[in-house]
């Protein structure tokens, strides 16, 4: 009878220790407006029987359920509210061993640590991953102030998380800003980021350079302002040079009303 007992518990010990979950990756960017994928992987059986199958994802810090599925299907009355209406499973990989969670509008709420715990007929095993949030900072939005002796120059955009933000010299020296990141109040939980440099007149030949280490965004915008009135921003759209353009433009109107006057 010893004996027997032994060798049931040898083949299932055996038969557990052939099941394993696994995540193929242990550190999940989400990127703002994107659907977010958090894979885990299980050991498919030969025969997959998804009424046994059991799926649970759970935040690790507060064992929230992310998601839940048994008895063949989601069981979204054990999930926490946080996520109503923003999970799924893909239901006909089941069969092939993948437990892969889909999280649809992610926010910074959502970064933390999640565990994937799945039990078959085969056995139960669990695996844990990191999630964490970023979002591409918008083109900057360049502004100038000018008085009689300073040039006041300010960068705005919209990002997360909190990045690195410089403004270097003409030489390349760093140069002292002032720079201020304040929440957005809406559930994207984005910062908006305004910076700002001071430097004094005539001429300023300076460089802002914002870089968003989680996404690996980097934003290098020159900007150079004279005392002819001449700015230069180089950014996405190209160069700006806006008081010269007025300037051509006054002309224009001023030859053109002149002529008219003279024909008649």
Not at 77 to 96: I, K, M, P
Request: aromatic share 10%.
């Amino acid at each position: 009878m010893l004996s027997f007992v032994y060798l049931v518990f040898i083949v299932f010990t055996r038969s557990a220790a052939l099941f394993k979950v696994t995540v193929p990756t242990e550190h999940v960017v989400a990127v703002h407006g994107i659907p977010t994928v958090l894979g885990c992987v299980f050991t498919r059986s030969t025969e997959p029987d998804i009424e046994s199958l059991v799926v649970t994802w759970q935040r690790t810090e507060d064992s929230r359920v992310v998601h839940s599925f048994y008895y063949g299907r989601d069981q979204l009355e054990r999930q926490s509210s946080d996520y109503h209406n923003r999970t799924g499973l893909f239901a006909s990989e089941l069969a092939n061993g993948n437990a892969s969670l889909m999280i649809r509008m992610v926010s910074p709420e959502d970064v933390g640590k999640y565990l994937c715990t799945v039990s078959s007929a085969k056995g139960t095993d669990k695996a844990q991953l990191q999630l964490d949030y970023g979002a591409f900072y918008s083109e900057p939005r360049l502004s100038i102030a000018v008085n009689n002796t300073s040039v006041t120059l300010q960068y705005e955009t919209e990002g997360f998380p909190e990045p690195e933000v410089r403004w270097l010299g003409e030489m390349g020296q760093n140069l002292s800003h002032r720079t201020e990141l304040t929440p957005l109040m809406n559930r994207s939980g984005l910062f908006s980021l305004r910076s700002r440099f001071e430097g004094p007149a005539p001429q300023l030949n300076v460089t802002f350079i914002l870089t968003n280490h989680l996404l690996k965004q980097v934003l290098k915008r020159p900007v150079y302002y004279d005392n002819g009135g001449d700015i230069a921003h180089n950014g996405s759209n190209g160069i700006i040079i806006t008081l010269s353009l007025v300037c051509v433009a006054l002309s224009l109107i001023i030859l053109f009303v002149c002529y008219h006057r003279k024909k008649h």
